[in-house]
């Protein structure tokens, strides 16, 4: 007798504590049931000719961002030119042990570092490899960030990784930064040493001046590898100084 009383008391208590779980749990489905039906009545339905147009934006606005990162210009315009050869445009300064060596592409300026004693031993190139472009009102800042002169600089790391692929070396990093005041990306590389030559290492620096995108590379053993960027930077310096003197506002 005293067993049934206590098992009928212990159902009673199990009972009435699982009562108000389930008054929460119908009340939470009640409110989840009515912000849902909230939520259909506030949905907007459109007709297909909305969604056909809608599309049809989204494309065209992808194809132009496409369009844009990826249409980089074939080198075909003339370069500041340095000391001692032939042209019309202004003279820019080289630094010193830098000396022009004659090339057979006219949208390319080759140069031999270290002529002179002390210098720092190398070579260097300067090309254009990209036209300015406006940035378009549709990119977010971190995308403007990314980008120089309107290029993405995915684009011109892209540039750099196909050369070293050429070159049999590697990418070891990329950075922007600021010289003679001018935003400058910076892509720097390695390649091995061999029998013939020591490992050297290879910077990347582009810039923009007089609406095109330049890129100077340079490299030199390891060892020198500190020295060449400080040349490099004064380089790209004299670049936007000459620019700034011939152009047609500091003229006035």
Known sequence: MLRTIALSLLMLVTVL??????????????????????????????????WRRYRARLRRRRAAALAHRRALLAPKLLLPIAAGAPSTTPTTNLPIGWSGEPTRNSTEMRFRTGTVSGSVPGEAALTVVAQSRPTPGYLTQREERRMLAGTAMADLRRIVIDKMITAGGWVVNDYQRDMAGYRVFVVSAQTPGDARSPEKSWNFYFTELNGRIYSLTTNTPRQFSDRMAADAETFIGSLHTTSNQSSPASQR
């Open 17 to 50: 504590s699982m009562l108000p779980f389930d008054q929460s749990t119908a009340h939470g489905i009640r409110q989840s049931s009515v912000s849902q039906g909230r939520q259909r009545n506030h949905y907007r339905r459109h007709s297909r000719a909305w």
